[in-house]
């Protein structure tokens, strides 16, 4: 790990409690919309200046955006971040014996037409066996793909290497939209499907209750989704019922490669516009709860010839739903899934719970006061068992819970 980067960590940490817990915090985004870029809720890699988004624009109007924050670029020589052995060790991951056979697919916009050489050094970096991918345009064909563009590019290698990185093993499909229009992301969605994937991540969002979720309900998919970037907030398709939605952590490693986790400050969650599902059952949302499950989305190694020089340090719940997708792969259940979204992680039993990390610590930036230090903003309040809005219920501990 880059130590210039692990002294800043608990500044940032430090900035976040004081954003939260007094005066200066940001003004609250409605429950129910996209809180990133809205004018409302700075989320605190912006207020830093730590990073900058690989996928600046609008995210209305049928628009939407990468999750990928770029953290720093240009560094060649040293490999900036978590890498697959912290991920693999943290989460207790079988990463070496299992996931063989299934697809995950990642469906992106736009092309990086390196996408395949900038796999293939990643994974040689950290001693990964050679992988199984295969590129597709929107149509399902392998050829004709879309335009390029730099900032989707940076997204399409970071959720290719963060599947490997959990599920080396597994088969990897990239499905390229025409555009960033959730039209076009969302005909890549079906044809992911049509391709045979079990597992789709989307590591993007935009809207609040786009009714196209029908995208995301084919039983026997594990579909999951990017809370967002901005703290408090939601977005499409993350906030789908049908929908896993997966939030952010800051991972550490203290003295005998102990690793912990806690909230990452700016990870999106909370009550959604979307009606609430059966399955859950917590007091305080009366609409769809976010998150479900989380996992590490910040201070992350990836290697990027098209848009950089090779290795760059990148964050942000883009990191999140790949690594959990991965995860899924190994797991290889999801021709059990319906269409229950997280579902399974919020009707855990007993010794199952012990199969997700508990996060206990941390809150997001700009919490509305009607939810301060309560479980949709807080983790570890105990107000609803081992779950908080930001984190879900929690990281993977093994495959158990997936």
Not at 254 to 268: A, H, N
Not at 317 to 337: D, Q
Not at 361 to 368: D, F, K, S, T, Y
Request: charged share 15%; hydrophobic share 30%; glycine share 14%.
């Amino acid at each position: 790990m880059n130590i210039s980067y692990k002294l800043a960590a608990p500044l940032l940490l430090a900035l976040a409690m004081a954003a939260c817990n007094g005066g200066g915090s940001p003004s609250v985004p409605s429950a129910g919309n996209t809180s990133a870029d809205s004018g409302r809720n700075i989320p605190l890699w912006q207020a830093t200046h730590s990073a900058v988004r690989a996928c600046p624009g609008s995210r209305v109007g049928g628009l939407m955006q990468c999750d990928a924050l770029i953290e720093s670029s240009g560094i060649s020589h040293t490999v900036p971040g978590w890498g697959p052995p912290d991920f693999q060790k943290r989460y207790n991951l079988p990463s070496s014996t299992k996931g063989t056979g299934q697809i995950v697919a990642v469906v992106d916009a736009f092309d990086n037409p390196d996408v395949a050489s900038d796999m293939a050094a990643y994974r040689t970096e950290y001693g990964l066996p050679v992988g199984n991918f295969t590129k597709y345009n929107q149509e399902g064909k392998t050829s004709g793909y879309p335009k390029g563009n730099q900032g989707w590019g940076t997204e399409i290698d970071l959720d290719v290497q963060m599947v490997s990185a959990t599920c080396p093993n597994c088969t990897i499909y990239l499905i390229e939209a025409k555009t960033n229009s959730s039209k076009n992301l969302y005909i890549a969605e079906r044809e992911a499907v049509k391709l045979g994937a079990h597992v789709v991540t989307n590591s993007w969002g935009g809207g609040g209750g786009n009714p196209s979720k029908s995208s995301f309900d084919t039983p026997g998919v594990a579909y999951m989704a990017s809370a967002g970037d901005g703290g408090y907030g939601t977005q499409d398709p993350a906030d789908f019922p049908t929908v896993i939605s997966v939030g952010g952590t800051l991972l550490s490693k203290g003295s005998g490669s102990v690793y912990s986790e806690r909230v990452w400050p700016d990870s999106g969650g909370g009550c959604s516009v979307e009606s609430k599902p059966a399955w859950q059952t917590d007091p305080t949302c009366t609409s769809r709860t976010e998150n479900d499950v989380s996992a590490v989305a910040d201070g992350v190694a990836e290697y990027d010839t098209y848009g950089y020089s090779g290795w760059i340090t990148i964050g942000g719940t883009s990191v999140s739903s790949p690594l959990i997708a991965g995860v899924f792969g190994l797991a290889g259940n999801a021709s059990k899934m319906k269409t229950d979204g997280g579902e399974r992680f919020w009707t855990l039993k007993g010794k199952k719970q012990s199969d997700l990390n508990y996060i206990s610590e941390g809150q997001v930036m700009g919490c509305p006061s009607q939810y301060a230090g309560t479980y949709l903003c807080v983790a570890g309040t105990g107000q609803f068992g081992n779950y908080s809005g930001p984190a879900g219920w929690g990281t993977p501990n093994g495959i158990g819970a997936f």
